[in-house]
């Protein structure tokens, strides 16, 4: 098997070197390849980290296939399919620009696969279009509670990322005003206790108020008492479950004509995502209003966009060879 050195003449060194090679890399997928800011801080990491194994496990100097199928495993033993994947994609676009500047004769992580994950789909629901949101939207009739109700709960859906349990589990103390601002606590995933919060936008505060309005009309609404109430015959005033918020939105769904078997009640929360990322958002900000716990599923996210936002398919024009 080929060995490749990783940076001729600095054989004590793999990819931090005096000459910046790291700084020159990601210079050029800024410069070159127009990566997101996201992008880059992905690769600083993905750099660092392979670094840092490499000397730890002594395989500083020279790096072959087998090395790399032996950083995979310690990755994989530590992180999800997702950030070693991102891992690994920064090693391989460090070769890669290795191998296009005349630095490296050959990449050896380029026959090293990503690691396998459940499906092919990065995320399991499609984010709905800035039309469908709106079409939504527009299914709730602001003259009857149960469209004055369901339009709060999709506006926090589909502009604070809120994901069904959290719906579920805000209560009517949830909602404060912070900053001049008007935002909700949130219990969600995996927790109980109220220690993060969305910020409502102003232009959807209006819809926020409205409900709680009419809310405050129902028998038990402390601060303790459920933000949202079932509205059926049954069980009326009634924390509202899941599975009614499910339904709901598969209902609002087939009234606007939204279909699509990847368009699901998360499709909102991965819209109110991608949308923000695409509008300028920081991953920090995107991180903070999507309460992501790990800032690598954050940057899974940016890199999934800057794959659709910039991709080399766009740059195959045949007819420009002909000219």
Known sequence: MTETALIPHAPGAVLATEAGLIEDWLAYCRDAD?????????????????TAWLQETGNVGTVTPTTLIEFKGWLQERYSGQTVNLRLSAVRSFYRWGVNTGRLPTSPAESVKGARRPNSKQHQRDALTGEEVLSVLSTCDAGTLRGIRDAAILSLMAYCSLR?????????????????????????????????????????????????????????????????VSLSNRNRGERVTRRAIRAMVKERFGLAGVVGRHKSTHSLRHSAITTAIRRGASPMQVQAMARHGSFDTTLGYFHEEARTANPAEDFINYEAETD
């Open 164 to 228: 069904t349990v959290e719906i579920e589990r805000a209560n009517v103390g949830c909602l404060k005003t912070q900053g001049e601002r008007l935002v909700l606590e949130v219990r969600g995933k995996g927790r109980r206790d109220a220690d993060e919060i969305v910020v409502v936008p102003r232009h959807q505060e209006t819809v926020i108020r409205r409900w709680l309005s009419h809310r405050l009309t129902f028998r038990g609404h402390g601060d303790g008492d459920p933000l949202f």
């Open 34 to 50: 127009g990566a997101f800011p996201a992008t880059l801080e992905a690769y600083r990491k993905g750099a660092e980290l392979f």
